[in-house]
């Protein structure tokens, strides 16, 4: 898997530097051609020797040979490789890479790099949950930056807790997986808008009408399109979930908030998939104060919402345009209905007939449903419905 992968592996000056020996070993024994650069201080915990030979390089330290002039060229090395892998990573080389500080070889190379950057954290364990580590982490996150955890034991200092670094099997492990991730990249460079959740439509300040829906079936194709490449928008109502990684969620509140929110992004898009639960009717008059009961019955009237798929698919175009149909009977022929009236290219039906299927749990049984005919799955968790969902769009994208 790493066979013929460029690796930096970067070494910082951490007691951990031992365990980067074996994680060269590893990583060439995998295919890998690994170049290591030290910083100065790391060569106070392990040998350049040591390195060298493992790694069958001269290693790397600074920016120049005083002997003969010779230049270690950041840029080179930054374009050369496929993976800069940082290990250890010390809380001080962590917050000088999210500052942009750049004063030994390792740090310049880490700002020229255009590959993939992963960073193995060790260190003791009140340096790595102080605020100002997990804030640096999680900006490098952000960035795209891969942080390999560290795990808990006893560190260096004699102390119990987190901060070790990760075993080498273990790092190897995750560099071949932040690889397979990133050939799996099939929708980089398109938009997505994704609609989830249940809206809420206010009668008064105090009550609203709503549905069962938590957003976890959208939510699992919003993480879905953006682990393989797309910029996803995730229009969400009310729930209770956190955004999925790489995802801009827009949160909204009513049918209507939801519909202008996704007509604004619809434009920009190169796709959509409509998994929200909208209220198809909403209180005609919101009381700005709270309704008194009395004896007598209450009657709300209530007026249509506007119809957010058959908006955006009056303007579809050549567009990959997914719904879902949430139906308790009749179910194919309705969401067949759905598919032509809202010009779909294809339909996800769940039935609420189906045990484990549609609201809330973990799990879905769907059919997909496009203009030349049906194809039923098993249940299967809502992870898995999102990966068969999106690798249908793939196929229409290709
Ligand atoms: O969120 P979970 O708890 O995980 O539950 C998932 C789910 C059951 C909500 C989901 O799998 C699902 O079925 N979502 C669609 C629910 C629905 O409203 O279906 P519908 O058959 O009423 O609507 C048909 C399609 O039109 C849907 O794509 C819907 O998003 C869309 N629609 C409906 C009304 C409206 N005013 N605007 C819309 O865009």
Request: hydrophobic content about 45%; aromatic content about 6%; charged content about 25%.
């Amino acid at each position: 898997m790493l066979n013929g992968k460029h690796i930096i592996l970067g070494i910082t000056g951490s007691i951990a530097a031992y365990k980067a020996a074996m994680l060269c070993r590893l990583l060439v024994k995998e295919g890998a051609e690994v170049r290591v650069i030290m910083t100065p201080l790391a060569k106070q915990f392990i040998t350049p020797l040591t390195m060298a030979t493992l790694s069958k390089h001269p290693i790397l330290v600074e920016f120049f040979n005083p002997e003969n002039g010779e230049w270690n060229s950041h840029v080179s090395l930054g374009e050369w490789a496929d993976m800069l892998l940082i290990a250890p990573a010390t809380a001080n080389t962590i917050a000088k890479m999210t500052t942009g500080i750049a004063d030994n070889l390792l740090l310049t190379t880490y700002l020229s790099a255009r590959s993939k950057v992963a960073v193995a954290p060790a260190m003791d364990l009140d340096m790595y949950a102080h605020i100002t580590t997990q804030q640096n982490l999680q900006t490098l996150a952000q960035r795209g930056v891969a942080i390999i955890e560290p795990a808990a034991g006893e560190l260096a200092s004699g102390l119990i807790g987190k901060g070790r670094m990760a075993e080498p099997e273990d790092i190897v492990e995750q560099v071949k997986a932040i690889f397979a991730e990133a050939e799996h990249r099939t929708l980089a460079g398109k938009r997505y808008i994704v609609t989830a959740g249940a809206t809420i439509e206010p009668i008064d300040p105090v009550r609203y009408i709503t549905n069962h829906s938590t957003g976890k079936m959208g939510y699992a194709i919003a993480e879905e399109l953006a682990r393989r490449g797309a910029e996803v928008k995730l229009i969400s109502g009310r729930t209770t979930l956190p955004a999925p990684k790489g995802v801009e969620r827009i949160d909204v509140l009513t049918a209507e908030d939801m519909y202008n929110a996704a007509v604004k992004e619809w434009n920009k898009a190169d796709g959509a998939v409509m998994c929200a639960a909208v209220a198809d009717y909403t209180p005609a008059v919101v009381a700005d104060h709270k309704l008194k009961k009395s004896d007598s019955d209450m009657r709300i009237e209530l007026k249509r919402t506007k119809d957010i798929a058959a908006a955006l698919g009056a303007n579809k175009g050549s567009r990959i345009f997914v719904g879902f149909a949430l139906e308790t009977d009749n179910e194919e022929a309705n969401a067949e209905g759905k598919l032509q009236r809202k010009n779909f290219d294809f339909v996800v039906l769940n039935s609420l007939r189906d045990k484990g299927a549609g609201f809330a749990g973990d799990t879905n049984k769907v059919t997909l449903i496009d203009h030349t005919g049906s194809q039923e799955h098993p249940l299967m968790s809502k992870r898995e419905v999102a990966a068969i969902i999106v690798d249908k769009i793939e196929t229409l994208n290709s």
